[in-house]
């Protein structure tokens, strides 16, 4: 059973702060893994996805995110962050599956409050 | 671009009630999807679409109905409301029936109040 983890329901910084929002999954095999962003009355909006290659992605307004296959994670960073990036961030994971459908699984989400 | 529209955005019903919600996308995608979202709990699958008169269970589809009669539209039924069904209810859709490969794109959702 695939299961995403975010261990920090809230995070609060500072406008200019740097910030780290964590991920962690556990599933063994080829996967998926993505972070998506959804502003208070909103919907999800996809930020970016990893699957292979290069651990560091850039994803849309400055955010990155890190593949570690060894911590089982993919945290994702902001060099500094401004008031507009407060939202609730969703990290999730499916399979790679070549003939049949696979679903996103999404972790409990981190609300991030950045602080003018 | 293309928008997803879900109507209604509110939504009261009283228990016991059959509510219909509704889903509309003109990204011309062919995979549809609908989650509910409990706060602190993330989002978890319903029912998901792969093509026009095709339906599939979530995760979560006891107590509901799901149609796509459609390409462009999907809607969730719940057929007898109780008050822990209050929830924000987001319909998403993506390009192909792949799903976990693909990218969502989401409606602002409906949220779901039960008297």
Redesign the interface.
């Known amino acids: 059973t695939q299961t995403?983890s975010q261990s920090d329901?809230h995070v609060t910084v500072f406008e200019g702060d740097s910030v780290e929002l964590r991920c962690n999954y556990s599933y063994g095999g080829s996967?998926?893994l993505?972070w998506?962003i959804q502003h208070h009355?909103?919907?999800?909006?996809?930020l970016l996805?990893y699957?292979s290659g290069n651990p560091v992605v850039q994803g849309v307004n400055g955010f990155e995110a890190e593949f570690s296959k060894s911590d089982s994670s993919f945290h994702l960073r902001k060099a500094s962050v401004h008031w507009s990036d407060s939202a609730v961030y969703?990290c999730a994971v499916?399979?790679?599956?070549s003939s049949s459908?696979?679903?996103?699984v999404?972790?409990?989400?981190t609300s991030l409050s950045v602080v003018p | 671009g293309g928008i997803?529209t879900q109507t209604p955005k509110f939504l009261i019903g009283q228990e016991g009630q059959k509510l219909t919600l509704k889903c509309q996308q003109n990204f011309n995608h062919d995979t549809m999807y609908w989650y509910r979202q409990d706060s602190?709990?993330?989002?978890r699958?319903i029912y998901?679409s792969?093509t026009e008169n095709d339906l599939?269970k979530?995760d979560l589809s006891e107590g509901y109905d799901a149609s796509r009669e459609k390409k462009s539209s999907f809607s969730l039924t719940v057929t007898s409301a109780q008050k822990n069904e209050m929830a924000v209810f987001?319909c998403?859709s993506s390009p192909g029936?792949?799903?976990?490969?693909e990218?969502?794109?989401?409606?602002?959702?409906t949220r779901l109040t039960v008297l």
């Open positions: 995403v329901a996967i998926y993505s998506y009355g909103h919907g999800l909006q996809f996805k699957y969703f499916s399979l790679l599956a459908f696979s679903k996103l999404f972790g409990q989400g | 997803i602190g709990k993330g989002l699958l998901y792969i599939q979530g987001l998403a029936p792949g799903g976990g490969a990218t969502l794109y989401f409606g602002s959702g």
